[in-house]
């Protein structure tokens, strides 16, 4: 049982290049979430899914994408990145039913030049 | 809008210095009120839920307790492993679509020394 794992630990783009963060969860969870952490900013929301092929948005959703194809996978898209996405994400998945908690991925550190 | 503020943002503590987090919440009905640990270079570690005012809980050297403003996270004798950042985060009874979304606040840097 892995819990929550994101793909790829580390990655640094160049100013208008894309790629795509994976996050996979083994625990069967309905609710999955990504989250961007800046210092001094806290985490915040960028997008999140209620149940497989469904996605929304958080408070921060500008320059961003998401896919949910499968209710294991939750994919975060960055089609045309800037210095500005330059930060730590995480994901985090939590099983249906309001007052659980969020299980969070060990985190993506991106660095945009 | 839910709001979440902790204080203080950087702790230091000598090794057995019994010391207090605060988090202080404001709500549109509260369903949960979250403790996240989390260490340098890793995703937070959940700690504990809280649901109601005068609820406690209690892991190891750590309390958490809960007022309709506020929670607080009780540090007792604590030792150099306790050094991390902690989240305090709330969910509201009514948020979006369902969502079960968190509001976290920017969390305190505890650092214990030996």
Redesign the interface.
């Known amino acids: 049982n892995a819990g ?1 794992t994101q793909t790829p630990k580390f990655r640094v783009l160049k100013t208008g290049q894309s790629m795509t963060l994976l996050c996979a969860q083994d625990m069967n969870h309905e ?1 999955m ?1 990504w989250y961007r952490q800046d210092p ?6 960028i997008h ?1 899914s ?1 149940g497989e092929g469904t996605t ?1 948005k ?1 408070e921060v959703p500008d320059g961003y994408n998401v896919s949910r194809l499968k209710k294991q996978n939750f994919l975060l898209g960055l089609e045309s990145a800037a210095p500005s996405q330059t930060s730590v994400y ?1 994901c ?1 998945s ?1 099983p249906f ?11 993506t550190r991106l660095t945009v030049t | 809008e839910d709001q979440v503020t902790q204080s203080p943002e950087a702790l230091r503590l000598q090794e057995g210095e019994s010391s207090s987090l605060n988090c202080s919440y404001t709500v549109s009905g509260l369903r949960g009120l979250f403790w996240y640990r989390q260490d340098p270079g890793k995703g937070p570690e959940f700690l504990f839920t809280l649901y109601s005012a005068g609820e406690e809980k209690e892991k190891e050297r750590l309390k958490a307790t809960l007022t309709k403003k506020e929670s607080f996270l009780h540090i007792t004798a604590p030792k150099p492993e306790d050094s991390a950042t902690y989240l305090c985060a709330v969910q509201a009874a009514y948020s979006g679509a369902g969502s079960y979304q968190l509001t976290f606040g920017k969390g305190t840097k505890l650092s214990v020394i030996p």
Not at chain 1, 40 to 45: D, K, V
Request: net charge positive.
């Open positions: 929550v609710y979430y001094g900013m806290g985490l915040r929301l999140y209620v929304a958080g995480f985090a939590t039913g309001g007052g659980r908690e969020q299980y969070f991925g060990p985190g």
